[in-house]
């Protein structure tokens, strides 16, 4: 599988840094994680010469990977351990039988099975509200935060991850490098009723710069 160990830095740019970094090191801490550095600016500019920030914590084991080829390793996993993996296979319509579930498929197939995990992502809550015989009470009522991103047009300022202290809804508008080094900035969070609306409006442009400014 590919992948790249590019490190991390998590940035505090408010007058009050340590504020901020100190409890995600600690949170790190109690999750086993404990390679994170807290830099002082000029550490963490001697790191990363454009950034701009009042202390930072480098986390040196981060890196990205290519996701299509972790997917097909799960995949391989997952054959390897006897399993069977059906694409292209969208579920219309789950009943509650007195063992277990059936579950028909667009193209009218029918699976019965003993357990079923409802794990469809965004469609999930949807998809719970529909099987027969499940009370939708159980079914959770979803609340849609779509997250934009803007790619940088222009060769990357940077070495590593840069992430701004996490917001309330969101990881706020961090730089990612992908694994042909191209910079992408986001996500921000925007709340939306549709989970299939996916445009991306150019005058959140705006809110971007101010943010990424920061950093
Ligand atoms: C741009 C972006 C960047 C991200 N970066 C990171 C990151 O760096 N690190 C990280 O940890 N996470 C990241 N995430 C989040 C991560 O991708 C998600 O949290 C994760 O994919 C959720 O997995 P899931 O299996 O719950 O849902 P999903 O991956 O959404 O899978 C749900 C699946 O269910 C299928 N499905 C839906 N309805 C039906 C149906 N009726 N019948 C059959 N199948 C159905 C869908 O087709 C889909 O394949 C990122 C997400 C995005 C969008």
């Not at 989970?195 to 990424?212: I, K, T």
Request: glycine content about 8%; some cysteine; overall charge negative.
């Amino acid at each position: 599988m590919r992948f790249k160990p590019c490190g991390k830095l998590i940035v505090g740019t408010h007058d009050e840094p340590l504020n901020q970094l100190l409890p995600i090191q600690n949170k790190a801490q109690d999750n086993g994680v404990n390679d994170l550095v807290l830099l002082d600016a000029q550490q963490a500019r001697d790191l990363e010469p454009e950034l701009f920030c009042k202390a930072a914590l480098l986390s040196p084991s981060t890196g990205i990977v290519d996701s299509h080829s972790l997917m097909l390793s799960y995949q391989g996993d997952f054959e390897n351990a006897g399993g069977v993996v059906v694409f292209y296979a969208s579920v219309n319509r789950v009943l509650v039988k007195d063992h277990g579930f059936e579950l028909t498929m667009k193209d009218d197939t029918c699976i019965a099975s003993r357990y079923l995990v409802n794990a469809a992502g965004l469609l999930a809550p949807l998809l719970a509200h529909f099987i027969e015989g499940y009370a939708s009470s159980f079914a959770p009522q979803p609340y849609y935060a779509k997250g934009n991103y803007f790619t940088l047009s222009r060769k990357s300022f940077f070495q590593r991850l840069i992430y701004l202290v996490p917001e309330a809804a969101g990881l706020g508008v961090h730089l990612t490098l992908d694994m042909g080094n191209q910079d992408k900035f986001g996500p921000d969070v925007q709340w939306v009723d549709d989970p299939l609306d996916l445009e991306v409006d150019p005058s959140r442009g705006d809110s971007f710069y101010a943010e990424v400014r920061k950093y």
